[in-house]
T-cell receptor, first 115, second 114 residues
Framework: EAGVAQSPRYKIIEKRQSVAFWCNPI?????LYWYQQILGQGPKLLIQ????????DSQLPKDRFSAERLKGVDSTLKIQPAKLEDSAVYLC?????????????FGPGTRLTVT | GNSVTQMEGPVTLSEEAFLTINCTYT??????LFWYVQYPGEGLQLLLK?????DKGSNKGFEATYRKETTSFHLEKGSVQVSDSAVYFC?????????????FGRGTSLIVHP
């Protein structure tokens, strides 16, 4: 089966610019996650969707970050305006459904550099 | 809130050495525990998991036992190979307020020399 797809793989922007990332989860997976992974740290959950509803976005900086999952499939994460500290790898993951036992499948990530 | 603490890396070993990577956690509920691995240039992938106390997860020669009394989930392997060189992440999934929220540790880099 096809894995989690993300694009672009790399992005370099200047501070105050905007950027968007796209994620296509594994077919049939109801739960989708966006993480921020800063160099040397573990992934930090930004937002979690169950189908097209938000389950948790408590760690999403809502003044500059937004995310949507239209029709419960693909998702986009946007940053506007970007700051230097947003430089990180943005990971998308999906799981069959919500639950403590379900494993997550990760995409390759998008490496963002803000200059 | 929930948290996962892993031992600092990098861990450097010779081939065929014994590996232990320590992981402890705090959780408000009864979490499931996971180890994910990230090989160079690749995305994270599940290595093993355990969903209740005293369960042992195992895969590719790696093992970890869910110890509720010590809130630990240490990763072990009896004989490492060069191909095991990667970053290992301990993680939990809990339901603190009705939603299943995953939490990851910082990751531990393993370097295995021939």
């Amino acid at each position: 089966e096809a894995g989690v797809a993300q694009s672009p793989r790399y992005k370099i922007i200047e501070k105050r610019q905007s950027v968007a990332f796209w994620c296509n989860p594994i077919s049939g997976h109801a739960t989708l996650y966006w993480y921020q992974q800063i160099l040397g740290q573990g992934p930090k959950l930004l937002i979690q969707f169950q189908n097209n509803g938000v389950v948790d976005d408590s760690q999403l900086p809502k003044d500059r970050f937004s995310a949507e999952r239209l029709k419960g499939v693909d998702s986009t994460l946007k940053i506007q305006p970007a700051k230097l500290e947003d430089s990180a790898v943005y990971l998308c993951a999906s799981s069959l459904t919500e639950g403590v036992t379900y494993e997550q499948y990760f995409g390759p990530g998008t490496r963002l550099t803000v200059t | 809130g929930n948290s996962v603490t892993q031992m600092e890396g990098p861990v450097t070993l010779s081939e065929e050495a014994f590996l232990t990577i320590n992981c402890t956690y705090t959780a408000t509920g009864y979490p499931s525990l996971f180890w994910y691995v990230q090989y160079p240039g690749e995305g994270l992938q599940l290595l093993l998991k355990a969903t209740k106390a005293d369960d042992k997860g195992s895969n590719k020669g790696f093992e970890a036992t869910y110890r509720k009394e010590t809130t630990s989930f240490h990763l072990e392997k009896g004989s490492v190979q060069v191909s095991d060189s990667a970053v290992y992440f301990c993680a939990l999934s809990d339901q603190p307020g009705g939603s299943y929220i995953p939490t990851f540790g910082r990751g531990t880099s393993l370097i295995v020399h021939p």
